[in-house]
């Protein structure tokens, strides 16, 4: 019996209230094994005996077909409404970017060189996105530290956008004159429901290279992919 009661002790609180129910009822003077044993079984033939009466069977059965009757009719009314059903979006990997470009006006002192990227959205919905970092280095030049969510929008499915920084300035640009210049662009991108907070993180870093002559009359650009990502924020 002990071993018992410890078994049902480590099943939880329940299992404690039962244990310590039998404890209590065995500490009854004149209790034992073979009474509390009759005692349920008289209980057990007395509800049977009163499940086998026919008035109860009745009522059970009246029960019985009144409730399914009642679900069938409920059922059948309810076949009859029009069901709206929406699939879930799924916005994994559902932003692309889609290339950046230069923009160069020589004769501008105000405008200089400016780099657009481009963004896709290519998911099964429209998406509300926030750009969160967007960093510009171009050789020995940085553009001002950006401010997040300071670039952010709405895309239809399948409609694109381009973000843009400011410009370096034109006197930025005549110290990169005759030369090859290396700089890097990153930037990170929180996107989902226009609706809900944001599931997905799109990040990129850029390799880019400008080649300017000696008077900086033509410029020449490439740019290569760093690294890429798209992570799930808080399982999205």
Do not use: C
Request: glycine share 10%; hydrophobic share 45%.
């Amino acid at each position: 019996m002990e071993s018992f009661i410890k078994r049902l002790r480590s099943l939880g609180w329940a299992g404690a209230f039962v244990a310590g129910l039998i404890q209590t009822v065995f500490a009854i003077p004149g209790v034992t094994v073979s009474a509390v044993i009759g005692v349920i079984a008289g209980v057990v033939a007395a509800v049977q005996n009163l499940f086998l009466t026919p008035p109860v069977q009745v009522a059970i059965a009246v029960f019985l077909a009144v409730l399914w009757t009642w679900i069938g009719v409920a059922v059948l009314r309810d076949r009859k409404r029009p069901r709206l059903t929406l699939p879930a979006p799924d916005y994994r990997y559902g932003l692309i970017f889609e290339g950046i470009h230069p923009i160069y006006v020589r004769n501008d002192p105000h405008m200089g060189l400016q780099f657009v990227i481009a963004l896709r959205n290519f998911s099964s919905g429209p998406i509300r996105y926030s750009i969160e970092e967007y960093d510009v280095r171009l050789g020995t030049r940085a553009l001002p530290l950006y401010r997040r969510g300071e670039i952010g929008s709405f895309l239809q499915r399948g409609a694109g956008k381009t973000a843009t920084r400011p410009p370096f300035s034109a006197e930025d640009v005549r110290a990169f004159y005759g030369q090859r210049t290396d700089g890097t662009i990153q930037f990170k991108v929180v996107y989902g429901s226009p609706g809900d907070p944001p599931v997905r993180r799109f990040a990129m870093l850029l390799s880019i290279t400008i080649v300017l002559n000696d008077d900086g009359s033509s410029l020449g650009f490439s740019h290569g992919i760093t690294e890429e990502s798209d992570d799930p924020i808080n399982g999205g």
